[in-house]
């Protein structure tokens, strides 16, 4: 006997499938979305139909927009001679939040797995070097993340941009804001020494 009405556990499974969303915190969604009055619940299915026609990837960045190029790269109060390297839209939203970068970006949409097969090709490795061969950069500021397939990504583009006529740098790695010293394990340290910058 199924207890779950057809369209509540269809629901339930597409929720599912989402990352990081189990089965449990699916339903609790679910139930929630149930509980609220329809309107919410047409308009919540209205955004998610319009996703996908409405978005698309900028020309220049690659980062999701509905403008072709998008708000970052049409903004002709930002510096386009500097240009910050992320492996997603999400770490261009993070960095934005901060309001201390004013360049422009690219969009890698992933990071090197070989054992996955994802190499330079399936990212956008060759539209970068495209860019800095332009002329128009004079920094590529690589801020992927600290974990191994986001280090791996930094060796190679560091790697092929090394003969660039361009100052190419790292988002610094280290201690937290706020965080004893004494608690930071082994490799956060060794990045924080490793990345020091003068106090003078």
Do not use: W
Not at 65 to 71: A, H, L, N, Y
Not at 91 to 100: N, P, Q, R, V
Not at 108 to 114: D, F, K, N, Q, R
């Amino acid at each position: 006997m199924q207890v779950v009405p057809p369209a509540l556990d269809r629901l339930i499974d597409s929720l599912a499938k989402l990352p990081g969303i189990g089965r449990k915190t699916a339903t609790r969604l679910a139930l929630n979305i149930l509980r609220r009055p329809s309107s919410q619940a047409r308009e919540l299915a209205a955004s998610l139909n319009e996703l996908h026609s409405a978005i698309r990837l900028c020309s220049c960045c690659f980062t999701f927009s509905e403008t072709d190029p998008c708000v970052v790269c049409a903004d002709p109060k930002r510096n386009g001679e500097i240009v910050c390297v992320v492996e997603q839209p999400g770490d261009l939203m993070a960095i934005e939040k901060t309001g201390s970068y004013r360049g422009h970006y690219h969009i890698l949409h992933g990071v090197l797995a070989p054992l996955d097969g994802i190499g330079p090709e399936e990212i956008k490795v060759r539209e970068l070097l495209a860019r800095v061969a332009s002329g128009t950069v004079k920094e590529v500021l690589i801020a992927t993340s600290s974990t191994v397939p986001g280090e791996a990504t930094a060796s190679y583009l560091i790697d092929r941009l090394q003969g660039a006529p361009i100052r190419l740098t790292r988002l610094a790695c280290g201690i937290p804001m706020g965080m004893d010293i004494k608690y930071a394990d082994r490799h956060t340290l060794a990045k924080a020494i490793e990345g020091r910058s003068s106090a003078r």
